[in-house]
Every structure is written in structure tokens, then in C-alpha cells.
């Protein structure tokens, strides 16, 4: 096990499709994706995390995105994969991006929740998913992740239901990133936990005993009462027999 910190896009992302679409630039300062008519484009990390506090500033595709959709996550590999999922959603000139996220436990997903992208982002807490292994759900702690981004045409879905298609005059689309950094552990296969005592230079980063203060509490509030467009945890035409077991205990899956 290691510590990551701030690095360049060489060291730390492999671009993994797309061809020439997918450029690292600046000296490894700066990643740019893009999608046109033929294909899109992505990226992977080099390395895999269990736990930490993952930074990255995302520029979304700019003007009418309608169709498109930029994905940013991080998953583990196969069917019981963990994964945590970003998805921003584009719209048409002037409307708000929609942010989809959506939670993967032991392969199992449907926890998705939708938030107009309205705020900033930044330092707002906009979802929490609560250790709730006692009431027999599964939680992401075991397994390394990597991180992934892409930029994709989903003009059968992304906006509207599939109503607005992507403008292709407007190609190329292109998302930017820019000053990634982890505040985490780096999975090192043969070793099976995160153990502050085995990875004793990270014992001063605070995420590692990290809670919603009281501040942040409200802010979650807040966000979910004003921006949020949909939570799976208050669709009962979805799930008529009962809600998961987990929205039956917290309000801020």
C-alpha cells in the first residue's frame, strides 16, 4: 500500500479508446475527450484505490451537449463488481446539465438518484451511501477500484428520455480535465486491507475517519431538497412490493 497524491495525466491515466479523440496536453497539466459522428473517446487510471478522497475539475462539453453523456466513476472488475457512478447528462443550450449517480454493491445497482446541476458542485455534498452491512447490505470496502471517464453519444436516452438527439453540427464535443489528485490508498495485490498501522504515512489525512459534519449535513439537505429530480428511494411505482431495505433507513442515500 501507498499514498497517491497530485501527479500529471502521464503518470496516472492510460487513454484507452477513441483513438486521437483522447489527448493528454500541457505537459500532462491537461486531458481532453471528444466525441464525434464516428466514435467517442475515454480513459482509465493506471492504478486501483480501496479508500481516499478522489479530486478531479471537470469542464463539461460546452453549448447544446444534448445526447451526450460524460461519464466519470470508479469500478471494480466483474460481476460482484463495487462501483460509484457519475454520469452528467447534456442538454440543450441554456438548460442545466443533469447529473445521474448511481451506487453498485456486490454487482447490484438500481440506487440511482438525479440532481440538476444548478450549484456548485464543489465541497457540496450531494449523496451519502451509509455502511448498513448490519441490516445484511453489502458496502463497497473491498474492493480496489480504478477510475474511468468517457465521453459518449447516448442520444437514445441521455436527454428527455431519447427525445432530443445530438446535434452532429456541432461536433466535435470535447470535456476537459484538469487537476486530478488522490488522498488515498493504492491497492498493492497480496495485501488485504487499508490498515492505518500498514500505511502509516497516511495517518494524518482526515478522510480516513472523515464524517458529515454539521455544516455539510445541511448543505446535503439543502441539495437534495431543492436540485434533486429523482432518488430511487421514493419511486413506489418502481418498487411495489417495498422500497430497498436501505432507504428505509436513511434519507440520504
Known sequence: MATASAGNFYQDFDLTW???????????????????????SGFQSKKEYLFGRIDMQLKLVSGNSAGTVTAYYLSSQGQTHDEIDFEFLGNLS???????????????????????????????????FQNQE????????SQPMRIYSSLWNADNWATRGGVVKIDWSKAPFTAFYRN????????????????????????????????LDAKSRRRLRWVQRYYMIYNYCTDMKRFPEGLPPECRRSRSL
Open 18 to 40: 477513441g483513438d486521437r479523440r483522447a489527448k493528454i496536453v500541457d505537459g500532462g497539466k491537461l486531458l481532453m475527450l471528444s466525441l464525434d459522428r464516428a466514435s467517442g
Open 134 to 141: 448490519s441490516i445484511g447490505i453489502p458496502f463497497p470496502k
Open 180 to 211: 486530478f489528485n488522490a488522498a488515498a490508498c493504492i491497492w498493492s495485490y497480496g495485501s488485504s486491507s487499508c490498515a492505518s498501522k500498514s500505511v502509516s504515512p497516511m495517518s494524518n489525512i482526515g478522510w480516513q475517519t472523515q464524517g
Open 94 to 128: 441554456g438548460d442545466p446539465y443533469i447529473l445521474h449517480t448511481n451506487v453498485f454493491t456486490q454487482g447490484k445497482g438500481n440506487r440511482e438518484q438525479q440532481f440538476y446541476l444548478c450549484f456548485l458542485v464543489d465541497n457540496f455534498p450531494i449523496r451519502q
